[in-house]
């Protein structure tokens, strides 16, 4: 799964991701679900990126989050589940800019927090859905979810309770992701190379998403 990540944006991203116009400033090292988060997308033929909730909220919910969680969805599941084969099937595919993520390990004397992120994309892009759903005075509620899947060897060690991971996207494969026909979208889907990934501990002050500054990425001593 992923629950927690870090995103950072700055102007660079209309001119490096392509897209129509700047991006909203934004930089959270704490992100917890439900909050507006950064999300790219195809908008009318223009690539743009927009701050939405972060826990997908189905368009026939009429603008009511559900009770259960909405912030993963398992790419095994995605195109049947109720929540997400509505987005799946409409192409509403996003991307969700990060610095990084944070997965706990299960350790005999707790659970021990860690850092996770590239060495081959500062910013990296997680592959995610979109939905819209109108409430009953007409405001529309847009959100999103990542997606998961089955941990590389690398992560699993990390996330060895449930043994997932995040769907994270190649640089070239961006095009496909967002505007490609189902097919093409889901080439981009494997688990990213454990040699371009790297790790370390960090503070259990990260558990707290009221804590929200640099110093939670940085390695526990």
């Known amino acids: 799964m992923c629950g927690r990540y870090v995103s950072k944006l700055e102007a660079a991203l209309e001119r490096d991701w392509a897209l129509s116009r700047p991006p909203p400033l934004f930089e959270s090292y704490n992100i917890a679900p439900t909050t507006p988060v950064p999300v790219v997308r195809e908008r009318d033929g223009q690539r743009v990126c927009e701050l939405i909730r972060w826990g997908l909220v189905p368009f026939w919910a009429k603008g009511v989050p559900p009770k259960l969680s909405t912030i993963n969805a398992r790419i ?3 195109a049947t589940a109720a929540s997400y084969r509505g987005p799946w099937k409409r192409g509403q595919r ?7 993520f944070y997965e706990w390990q299960v350790r005999e004397s707790g659970k021990q927090p860690w850092y996770i992120h590239l060495a081959d994309q500062p ?3 997680l592959a995610g859905l979109w939905d819209g759903s109108t409430a009953a005075d007409g405001t529309v509620l847009e959100s999103c979810t990542i997606i998961t899947m089955p941990a590389n060897p690398f992560m699993a060690e990390i996330h060895n309770s449930k043994a997932r991971m995040p769907a994270i996207l190649r640089r070239k494969d961006h095009a496909a992701w967002l505007a490609g026909d189902p097919p093409a979208a889901l080439d981009c889907l494997s688990p990213y190379p454990e040699e371009q990934m790297l790790a370390h501990t960090v503070s259990t002050v990260v558990n707290s998403p009221r804590n929200n500054a ?3 990425i940085e390695a526990a001593p």
């Not at 996003?94 to 990084?100: D, E, S, W, Y």
């Open 94 to 100: 996003c991307i969700l800019p990060a610095l990084g």
């Open 76 to 78: 095994e599941t995605m």
């Open 123 to 125: 910013l990296f892009g």
């Open 214 to 216: 640099p110093r939670l």
